[in-house]
């Protein structure tokens, strides 16, 4: 089997997470987090797309983490980002942190908001 290293080209992909935190370039952070290509920021939840839409134009597509378990996105959060081009995935927060990792690994344009477990 060949092992190939993992570059992420400048981007912090997500090392760990646990209950009420996530682990991201070293440093450990608390609570509700974006993960944007301008860096990493504390999250107002579920509502708050004022950070997201900053960056509109340089992702792709936003995974959307919603904690322990997946649960709805509300429909005028979801619209907002769709209107500014940005596609949105939900899911539970860890397969949201694996997905990120393995397409910001390929050079993909993708984002990360997160709830925490």
């Known amino acids: 089997m060949r092992l190939n290293e993992v570059v992420y080209s400048g981007a912090v992909p997500v090392e760990g997470y646990g209950p009420g935190f996530f682990r991201l370039g070293g440093k450990v952070f608390e609570g509700p987090i974006l993960v944007m290509p301008g860096g990493i920021s504390g999250w107002g939840g579920i509502g708050d797309a004022e950070a997201i839409l900053a960056v509109a134009d340089q992702i792709d ?10 649960a709805p996105l509300e429909a005028g959060f979801r619209a907002v980002l769709e209107e500014a081009g940005i596609g949105v995935e939900i899911m539970a927060s860890p ?13 993909r344009r993708v984002g990360l908001a997160l709830l925490p477990v």
Do not use: D, K, Q
Not at 61 to 70: D, T
Not at 95 to 107: D, F, I, K, M
């Open 61 to 70: 597509v936003l995974f959307v983490g919603m904690g322990a378990e997946i």
């Open 95 to 107: 397969p949201a942190c694996r997905t990120y990792n393995v397409l910001l690994s390929e050079g």
